[in-house]
């Protein structure tokens, strides 16, 4: 694979934050390899722009991910933190090692809707009643971009494959999941509404407890086509050469501007519409039952629900709920650590 690394000029005049900082301090150091038009840019975006405003310090960041077009994104974002690109769906797990070794870094997951709500799916249940203290991202496109198109199990059921294939089962609603698995902060966002999804990051990176916001993030290459209910707006006019393989057309960022309480129909390239509606300032996000039901009510309309779905600011994370040690693992000696051979003698005996 090959990485074209970013000129490293700016501007002398960018406006910096509190830390001294620009905007391009919290780049990635390589220019993305994504399609063009990808909503997956813009998440990574949106994440810079959120560490710029909170005045985050790429070293106080632990970024992770699987395998898939959304594990790629933490390259393109945060250049200076610790990262970690673990395999298809174990995410998760390597982050729970981290947080407990040290949990005074923010944790940051980036996934995708395969590597998590496929072969991902138990360890992302796990790491939520467990209020692992984490951001989850994932970048929700219904497809599996890497290898070619195939379903993942969030796509809709009435979407079909760019190949014309029937989906056979109903879709995985990882926002609905993660509340009833015990998440304590659950949103659902699109990638190109940047002034939902900013607000949305930051809120989540001060919360503890296990943060997950599932983006809806369009496939610009395999879930662009007639029949998808998750593609991309504004492809260049009709090309036929858009159902090779081994093409993929310029696309346009689609971005979606809208209010509180009000709706949204998002055109696709195709004519067909992706609908999407905000909550009001009214929801109370605070009662899990009404956040399940508004959910249910949402997709039976056809319609994607927006917004911050749920929080539980009284929730303890795993830290807290493990009782451990206030000092990070990373930082305990072998003396701290080693009980001593009187105690380790108890330990043996009481257990002949």
Known sequence: MTYIVKPI???PNLETNDLGLTRRDYEGSTISSLCAGCGHDSISAAILEACFQLNISA???????GIGCSSKAPAYFLNQSHGFNSVHGRMPSVATGANLANPELMYLGVSGDGDTASIGIGQFIHAARRQLNIVYVVENNGTYGLTKGQFSATNDLVSKSKYGEENLFPAIDLAAMAILAGAS???RSFSGDKNQLVPLLKAAMKHKGFSILDVISPCVAFNNHKTSTKSYDHIREHNESVSRIDFVPLGQEIKANYGEGEQI????????TLTLEK????????????????IISADQD????????????EAKDLEETLNLTKT????????????????LNKINDSLR
Do not use: M
């Open 328 to 343: 990070p693992l990373t930082g305990l000696t072998k003396k701290d650590l080693c009980p001593g051979e009187d105690k």
């Open 9 to 11: 000029n700016r501007h």
């Open 265 to 272: 129909d998002v055109s696709l390239h195709d004519g067909s």
């Open 59 to 65: 070293h106080q960041v632990a970024k992770l991910s």
């Open 185 to 187: 902060f659950v949103a």
């Open 302 to 313: 056809g319609k994607v629900l927006t917004g911050l779905l749920y929080i539980n600011p």
């Open 279 to 294: 909550l009001s300032e009214n929801y109370d996000p605070r009662d899990k039952s009404s956040a399940i039901s508004h």
